[in-house]
């Protein structure tokens, strides 16, 4: 249970931390045992995407306030963000490919849905899934082989 609660913690540390390395974890996490694997994998996914969810709700609170006073133009790529992210066809594609490859960097979309009208279920949702996905990937290899 205390690994668990480790995983869960470092989860959601990496998800700030760029030096705590949750894909490292991961793989680490695949020398257990598959049953052992799967809760560390989970965990991990939790704790991160419980951590940018806080970002997301983070921005969406501060874009409240920022909204009531003057707003600085913002970048083209950040407008084009936003826009995708502002789009029922185009955001959840983008957030759980964010979530899964890295790329966009989840940590930059968290924080730009966190300024459009996303749903936090619907962002939070498609984080834990790709992150789940990521991390299995990453894990299970390891836990195959030494299995």
């Known amino acids: 249970m205390l690994t668990l609660l480790g995983a869960l913690g ?5 998800a700030f931390v760029p030096v705590a390395n949750a ?6 996490a695949g020398r257990h045992g598959a049953s052992v694997t ?8 939790v704790g991160q995407t419980l951590a940018k ?3 997301f709700e983070a921005t969406r609170r501060g874009s409240a306030i920022l909204a009531r006073h003057r707003r600085r133009p913002s970048s083209r790529w950040a407008t084009h963000v936003a826009a995708r992210l ?5 955001r959840a594609p983008l957030v759980l490919t964010a979530a899964t490859v890295g790329l966009p960097p989840l940590m ?8 459009t009208a996303q749903p936090r279920w619907e962002f939070g949702a498609l984080v834990l899934v790709g992150r789940i996905a990521r991390f299995s990937a990453l ?7 030494l299995g």
């Open 10 to 14: 470092f989860g959601a540390l990496s």
């Open 23 to 28: 894909e490292l974890f991961a793989v680490a």
């Open 38 to 45: 799967t809760g560390l994998v989970l965990a991990l996914a």
């Open 53 to 55: 969810v806080g970002l």
């Open 86 to 90: 502002g789009h029922r066809a185009t």
């Open 108 to 115: 930059v979309v968290s924080v730009a849905a966190g300024a």
């Open 139 to 145: 894990a299970a290899p390891v836990a195959l082989a």
